[in-house]
């Protein structure tokens, strides 16, 4: 289990360093677009987002490439999961691990390569698919350390032969949790949309989501003790 761990760990940082570099390139590719637009914006401000109207069919074109890229980064973070597991509950408590330390060591990366975010706080563009994502950096990552810690709970009992039975009601909370979260990630997402930049994260609807997932998980790992 510990070997299983540690190979997720090493991909996953490895993975979120390159996912990084490919941040700090796009950046370099559309900040002339962006101050040509925006003029006097720091290249530290994400927002406002570059309206679609606005972009060229060579940018439109590398919009498309970047999200085949994110479909593609969770497929290797399946990937991953599925090679350290020997069943399927240990896929899914893989996946999950090498998400939250990836998404983790992404942030981690980007502020030595950067200075970027400048706190938790600051808004970040977390993923387009199918409409753009965006909350404050502390919100993902506070997804990410739960993430890993119930991978890590539920991959140790599945290893000692004790899985997990999680019902269908448990699947429903941990389902219903990630869509409220997603839900709070994309609230306003037609604001950025029209080019304006995110003015209020709504926090209760993400705390709402998060803690059905914990209420879930725990249920179910403390009713298979």
Known sequence: MLRAALALTLFAVAFGYVEAAVVVYL????????????????????????????????????????????????????????LAARRRGQWVAGFVIAFGVWDIAFYAFLKLFLDWPASLLTWDLLFLIPVPWVGPVLAPVLVSAVMIACGLLALQRDWDNRPIHATYLHWLGL?????????????DYRTLLAGAP???????????????????FTHAWRANR
Not at 198 to 216: K, T
């Open 27 to 82: 950046r370099r590719v559309y900040e002339p677009l962006r101050q040509a637009l925006f003029p006097g914006l720091s290249p530290a401000d994400l927002f406002p987002l570059v309206p679609l109207d606005k972009l060229s069919p060579q940018d439109l074109r590398l919009l498309v490439i970047e999200l085949g890229r994110e479909a593609a980064t969770l497929l290797m973070l399946a990937g991953a999961g599925l």
């Open 198 to 216: 995110p003015q209020h994260f709504n926090w209760p609807l993400f705390s709402a989501g998060l803690l059905c997932g914990i209420a879930s």
């Open 175 to 187: 389902l219903g949790g990630a869509l409220i979260i997603v839900l709070s990630f994309t609230w």
